[in-house]
């Protein structure tokens, strides 16, 4: 997966769309535009131990890939991750001459943020300079879910909602992935958040900065 900002979008992709998800009940109904955990959690409050479909652990969305409506069926699991991933926020130290090195990702902080998979502290070395961690925890798991779509025989999907939705959802003719366009933006969901979805197969540049071990068993 990516972390994009809309620049690079066509620099790294050879197709792409642009899309505003929104929270459903299990019929595909409307909800609301919130996504992330912490929103989706405060809703559950809300509503109470009334038995709704709001109050259980079950998340359903409707996405549109590529004029396909998904609407994504999920339940919780944390073995979505492996045990001990690790964020990891990357800035990239150039090279002497190279005036070309500096870093391509950016967060709102102005330091790349990656997410890394049993990844060491320290330096590593890149065609264009090196990249230092500039700090690391560990990823969050209690936002993560698998599931399936409705009328998609055999899909898959493994989605975490920590920070919008980003995971991947494959069928049995292609394999996507779907990333918020701008990370930490989820005080402003109520009003439609816009995602980046992406064939594996349209990505020009390969991702050397994500590596996510995905279990969807």
């Known amino acids: 997966m990516l972390l ?48 709704s479909e709001q109050a259980s652990d079950r998340l359903f969305f409707n996405i549109t890939v590529f004029g396909r409506e998904f609407h994504l069926r999920l339940r919780p699991n944390d073995r979505l991750v492996s045990p001990g991933a690790m964020v990891e926020w990357h800035d990239q130290v150039p090279e002497p001459g190279n005036a070309s090195s500096s870093s391509t990702i950016t ?66 003719s292609d394999e996507y992935f779907i990333e918020p366009l701008e990370r930490g933006t989820q005080e402003h969901e109520d009003q439609g958040r816009v995602h980046v979805v992406y064939r594996r197969s349209a990505v020009l540049q390969a991702p050397s900065d994500i590596s996510l071990d995905y279990q969807l068993e």
């Open 4 to 51: 994009f900002i809309p620049d690079q979008l066509r620099s790294r992709l050879r197709e792409y769309g642009l899309i505003t998800p929104i929270s459903t009940d299990s019929h595909g109904h409307f909800l609301s535009h919130l996504l992330s955990a912490n929103h989706k959690q405060r809703v559950k409050r809300e509503v109470g131990a009334e038995g």
């Open 107 to 172: 967060s709102n902080s102005g330091s790349r943020g990656t997410i890394r998979v049993g990844g060491e502290n320290g330096s590593e070395s890149t065609s264009g300079g090196t990249e230092r961690i500039l700090r690391r925890r560990l990823l969050k798991t209690d936002c993560t879910f698998i599931g399936d779509i409705t009328d998609v025989k055999g899909a898959s999907v493994a989605i975490n909602n920590c920070d919008g939705l980003a995971g991947m959802i494959r069928t049995d």
